[in-house]
C-alpha cells in the first residue's frame, strides 16, 4: 500500500511541476530584429533635445538589447530652412548614431512631421530617403516635435495613417504639445505619446528615468507587436513555444490522477 500511494504522490508531484512551470516562466523569445528611425524636428528651440537624444542612444540602445531586441538606428532631420526633409544617417548602430545627432540643426520653422514621416517610408513622391530596412526586421518610427504638423505637401492625418498601417510601422510620439493627430496616429499604429520636455531637461537623472521608461515602453511595443503577428518575418525566426494555459494544465492534471487511481 505504501509503495502504490508513493508512486501516486510522485506521479502527481510530477505533474504539477509541469503545471506550475507552464504557469509562472515565461516563454524566452528568440532575437528580434528592429529598425528604429528617429525623425526629429530641426526647429530653433530643440539645440538641447537633439544634445540629449545624442547622449541618451546608448542607454535607449541598452535596454532594448538586454530586453532581446536587435536595433539599428537611422536619423531624419526636418523642418530647417532650405531642404526642409533630409537623411542625416542609414541604419548604424547607436554609438554611430550619436556622431550624426551633432549635425541636426536647430534653425526652422516649418516642421511637415507627416511628410517627413512619409518620407522614413520611402513613400514622398518628391524624394525619397533610401533606407535599407532589413526584410526579417520590425519597423519603427519614432518622432520627435515642438509643433503639430505644418506646411505638409502631400500627406495628412489620415493619409499617413494608411500608409503606417501598409507598411507594418509601429509609431510613437514624444511631442511638446497635446497634439491630437500625432497622439492619434501612434495610438492607431502600436505606439505612445511621450512629452518631449521630459527630454528637454539638464537634470541627468531625470533624462535618465525618461529614457529608462521610453526604451521599456518601445521594447515591449516590439514584443507585444510579435505577438500579435507571429507569422511575420521579424517575428518568427527562433521564439520557443508558448507554454500550455493553465486550464489545458489543470485537465492535464486531472488525466493524470485519473490513470493513476485506475
Known sequence: MYKLISRRFKAILCVLVVVLAGMSVPAQAGIVKTDIVMIVDESGSMSNIHSN???SIGLFASILQAGGLDAQFALIGYGFAGDS??????FVDATTFAGFTNDLYSIGSNEPAYDATAYA?????????GLTYRDDAVKNLILFAD???NSDTEYDAASLDALLQQSS???????????????TLAANNGGHGFDLEELNTSDTNALTAFVT?????KLQETLDYCVANPNDPACSGGSDPVPAPFGLGLMILALAVMRIRK
Open 213 to 217: 521608461n521610453f526604451a521599456e515602453v
Open 121 to 129: 517610408l520611402d513613400a514622398l513622391a518628391s524624394e525619397s530617403a
Open 147 to 149: 509643433e503639430a504638423s
Open 85 to 90: 526633409i533630409r537623411l542625416l544617417t542609414d
Open 169 to 183: 510601422a509601429l509609431f510613437n510620439v514624444v511631442l511638446g504639445g497635446d497634439f491630437t493627430d500625432l497622439l
Open 53 to 55: 537624444l545624442g547622449n
